[in-house]
T-cell receptor
Framework: RKEVEQDPGPFNVPEGATVAFNCTYSNSASQSFFWYRQDCRKEPKLLMSVYSSGNEDGRFTAQLNRASQYISLLIRDSKLSDSATYLCVVERGHSSASKIIFGSGTRLSIRP | EPEVTQTPSHQVTQMGQEVILRCVPISNHLYFYWYRQILGQKVEFLVSFYNNEISEKSEIFDDQFSVERPDGSNFTLKIRSTKLEDSAMYFC?????????????FGPGTRLTVT
């Protein structure tokens, strides 16, 4: 079983739609959680960190459920510029001895 | 806004040759990382580096790989004898790892092509 699993998509939705991505992780020792986005042939860029209490940044909302080892990302009122691959990232361990695990990513395509 | 830089943007090398990929992390960051991404596949962790030593490495990071921080600004990844399967995008990242600042910032990557 992969340590971080995501639905690969692609998700193809109209502009203005709400879209949700899910991610599960297998290692209960995981400490920190992030969503990154990656445009084609570019570097990953941090979208948001994910906290246990859930957090929101404009149109983006992230949730973490430690008991179910599940992370979600919700995008409201999607824009054409949201088209990208969304990467679920999990960090386990502490400080200098941590290891970062990337999910395979979920591709999102927003159509006009 | 400070950013991570990487050189070269594209490196072509022949199998068996040594390559050195260079990175300049964000200046006040303390933790440094290398990742690779084979075309069409996921980003894979290679190694983390802190306080002038490797703190964690993956099974990919075998004896053919080494990292160095030769001065106060550069962070390098060396592949001693490249193989065809080393062809990938290599990303450097850095982070401060302070309260509220755990996120990693990635450089634009070096595309390595081994022929």
């Amino acid at each position: 079983r992969k340590e971080v699993e995501q639905d690969p998509g692609p998700f193809n939705v109209p502009e203005g739609a709400t879209v949700a991505f899910n991610c599960t992780y297998s290692n209960s020792a995981s400490q920190s959680f992030f969503w990154y986005r990656q445009d084609c042939r570019k570097e990953p860029k941090l979208l948001m960190s994910v906290y246990s209490s859930g957090n929101e940044d404009g149109r983006f909302t992230a949730q973490l459920n430690r008991a179910s080892q599940y992370i979600s990302l919700l995008i409201r009122d999607s824009k054409l510029s949201d088209s990208a691959t969304y990467l679920c990232v999990v960090e386990r361990g502490h400080s200098s001895a941590s290891k970062i695990i990337f999910g395979s990513g979920t591709r999102l395509s927003i159509r006009p | 806004e400070p950013e991570v830089t990487q050189t070269p943007s594209h490196q072509v090398t022949q199998m068996g040759q040594e390559v050195i990929l260079r990175c300049v992390p964000i200046s006040n960051h303390l933790y440094f990382y290398w990742y690779r991404q084979i075309l069409g596949q996921k980003v894979e962790f290679l190694v983390s580096f802190y306080n002038n030593e490797i703190s964690e490495k993956s099974e990919i990071f075998d004896d053919q790989f080494s990292v160095e921080r030769p001065d106060g600004s550069n962070f390098t990844l060396k592949i001693r004898s490249t193989k065809l399967e080393d062809s990938a995008m290599y990303f450097c990242a850095s982070t401060l790892r302070d309260v509220g600042a755990y996120e990693q910032y990635f450089g634009p990557g070096t595309r390595l092509t081994v022929t």
